[in-house]
């Protein structure tokens, strides 16, 4: 089974949300979807812009805790090493 750490952003890319699944496509559906009120539906978080794939639970959490504490400028340059147009990678993750 793979795990996913991954960041999603506002359409302004301006407000980020760092998180941990096993299902990247299911759980950024439920965060486009509104499904919980949650700080990703209050602030309308709903784009994929990065993921990290993981073999263990352990080592995505510890990734997460760690992009966390990072800095906006640290995010958006690792953001842009893999997504320099910022794209959401949902929509080419389905098409």
């Known amino acids: 089974m793979s795990y996913y750490t991954y960041i999603l952003t506002n359409k ?20 486009k ?9 209050k602030y309308n978080i709903n784009k994929l ?18 992009l966390k504490r990072w800095n906006k400028d640290w995010k958006v ?3 842009e090493k893999m997504n320099p147009n910022w794209d959401d990678l949902y929509k080419k993750s389905n098409q």
């Open 77 to 79: 340059e690792l953001i």
């Open 33 to 41: 979807s509104k499904e919980q009120e949650s700080f990703t539906a």
């Open 49 to 66: 812009v990065y993921f990290e794939e993981y073999g263990e639970i352990e080592e995505a959490i510890i990734r997460e805790k760690k």
């Open 12 to 31: 302004n890319n301006s407000v980020f949300y760092i998180g941990v699944t096993n299902n990247i496509i299911a759980r950024t559906y439920q965060h």
